[in-house]
């Protein structure tokens, strides 16, 4: 276990959705494409080649040059919706995030505050079967291993349990450090205390194949202080992507998708708002057709009451068009939900994009008694004002004939 040395790049910042030209050489550019994948589009143009960001925002990095996509909303913000994405892992002590304009930077001031916390604490340890063979007896005898050892009567083969740093959350919380380390927008003092924390933890191996995609549990009462460390280092590795070396070219990255952060952050607020009222699920299949699992589909939100019975679905999007609507799609996507669930209403909720003109709030569909309504959140203010937002949007959700109960406020808990 290694902590590279974060090298030196020639930064090009690019806000997320926009186009910038750059001086890159073709090789540069070819070796950013094959990295980037789908979150950044490489041309040529006719000084160089333009960079076009998606939706993807944070950084990656090739020999010589380091692309950072700015998200536009501030970073602290985004470090927010994170911390409900992320099953809600607090990041109270971490105030670099209000001062940092780039995304990797800040969550990796973020992390290296979180690892060394869980540190503190204790380092996690689990018992872990091995086997050897030893002059001495150690554990028990693995008979068939010492049978096949042409009858020799030492070394004796034996199976004991050792207690071992090499567990499953310290691969991962190694792992993520180590692809921080590769990263050039990391600051200084974070890429320190990350190699600080590594020698903390030697004898951990390299992360097993099934470490990041395994559903058994691996948090439990004697490694709880891990937990936000571990949420983290799972963030930070599916936010490499496929940063790899290739040849003799080494690359890295962290990029996260603002539309799944966006969807993920409403899903979580939304339920934990409407907990006692409605039941909210995230992307059930609906069947538009009546025969079987015929055309289905997947509404990011479908809200139930009490008894089971769906009444209001609702799809979040993150962006909308270059001129503040909605895109026709998105309602004719709403449209078919409600129709076939039955629903005489629908919600299409909308990240705030700068002061571009807002959607028509009601759109009443012709020879139907069918509303598809637009709700627009702001998350371009603070933690508390985003909150409001979300009390606002509550409200909007709850709004029909006859029905107004009180949502529950959010719990008081650790924020930026």
């Given at each position: 276990m290694t902590a590279s040395t974060t090298p030196v790049a020639e930064a090009i910042e690019i806000a997320e959705y926009e186009t910038k030209e750059t001086d890159l050489s073709a090789r540069q550019a070819q070796l950013l494409q094959a990295a980037a994948g789908k979150r950044l589009t490489v041309t040529?143009?006719?000084?160089?080649y333009s960079?076009?960001?998606?939706?993807?925002?944070?950084?990656?990095?090739?020999?010589?040059?380091?692309?950072?996509?700015?998200?536009?909303?501030?970073?602290?913000?985004?470090?927010?919706?994170?911390?409900?994405?992320?099953?809600?892992?607090?990041?109270?002590?971490?105030?670099?995030?209000?001062?940092?304009?780039?995304?990797?930077?800040?969550?990796?001031?973020?992390?290296?505050?979180?690892?060394?916390?869980?540190?503190?604490?204790?380092v996690d340890r689990t018992y872990v079967e091995e086997t050897d063979?030893?002059?001495?007896?150690?554990?028990?005898?693995?008979?068939?291993?010492?049978?096949?050892?042409?009858?020799?009567?030492t070394p004796i083969s034996c199976r004991f349990d050792e207690w071992s740093i090499d567990t499953r959350p310290n691969r991962l919380v190694v792992a993520a450090a180590l692809a921080l380390l590769r990263n050039p927008a990391v600051a200084p003092e974070a890429a320190f205390t990350l190699r600080r924390l590594l020698k903390l933890l030697p004898g951990?191996?390299?992360?097993?194949?099934?470490?990041?995609?395994?559903?058994a549990p691996m948090i439990n009462r004697l490694n709880q202080h891990y937990e936000s460390s571990v949420t983290l280092a799972q963030l930070i590795l599916h936010g490499s992507g496929h940063a790899h070396g290739s040849g003799t070219a080494s690359v890295s990255a962290f990029m996260v998708d603002m539309n799944a952060v966006f969807e993920d952050f409403v899903f979580s607020n939304l339920r934990?708002?409407?907990?006692?009222?409605?039941?909210?699920?995230?992307?059930?299949?609906?069947?538009?057709?009546?025969?079987?699992?015929?055309?289905?589909?997947?509404?990011?939100?479908?809200?139930?009451?009490?008894s089971g019975a769906p009444v209001?679905?609702?799809?979040?999007?993150?962006?909308?068009?270059?001129?503040?609507?909605?895109?026709?799609?998105?309602?004719?996507?709403?449209?078919?939900?409600?129709?076939?669930?039955?629903?005489?209403?629908?919600?299409?909720?909308?990240?705030?994009?700068?002061?571009?003109a807002a959607p028509a709030k009601t759109v009443q569909v012709r020879n139907t008694n069918t509303v598809l309504e637009t709700a627009r959140v702001r998350l371009s203010g603070s933690p508390k004002?985003?909150?409001?937002?979300f009390a606002r949007l509550t409200r909007q959700l709850l709004e029909?004939?006859?029905?107004?109960?009180?949502?529950?406020p959010p719990s008081v808990w650790r924020g930026p």
């Open positions: 040529p143009s006719s000084s160089g960079v076009r960001a998606s939706s993807y925002v944070g950084s990656i990095s090739i020999p010589g040059r380091v692309v950072h996509v700015v998200p536009k909303i501030p970073v602290s913000n985004l470090l927010y919706l994170l911390t409900w994405s992320t099953h809600r892992v607090s990041f109270d002590h971490v105030d670099a995030g209000h001062a940092m304009h780039h995304l990797t930077a800040a969550v990796a001031a973020w992390y290296a505050r979180a690892l060394e916390q869980a540190l503190v604490l204790g063979r030893l002059v001495a007896i150690r554990g028990r005898v693995d008979w068939p291993a010492h049978i096949n050892a042409l009858g020799l009567p951990v191996g390299p992360l097993h194949s099934d470490d990041l995609t395994n559903p934990h708002r409407l907990g006692d009222i409605w039941s909210v699920t995230r992307q059930e299949v609906v069947p538009l057709g009546t025969i079987g699992n015929q055309v289905p589909g997947e509404p990011d939100l479908l809200f139930r009451d009490a209001l679905v609702a799809d979040s999007k993150y962006k909308l068009t270059s001129d503040g609507r909605g895109h026709s799609s998105d309602y004719y996507q709403l449209l078919a939900y409600c129709t076939a669930l039955g629903l005489p209403r629908g919600v299409l909720i909308y990240c705030e994009v700068g002061h571009a004002e985003i909150s409001e937002e029909e004939p006859g029905f107004a109960p009180t949502p529950s």
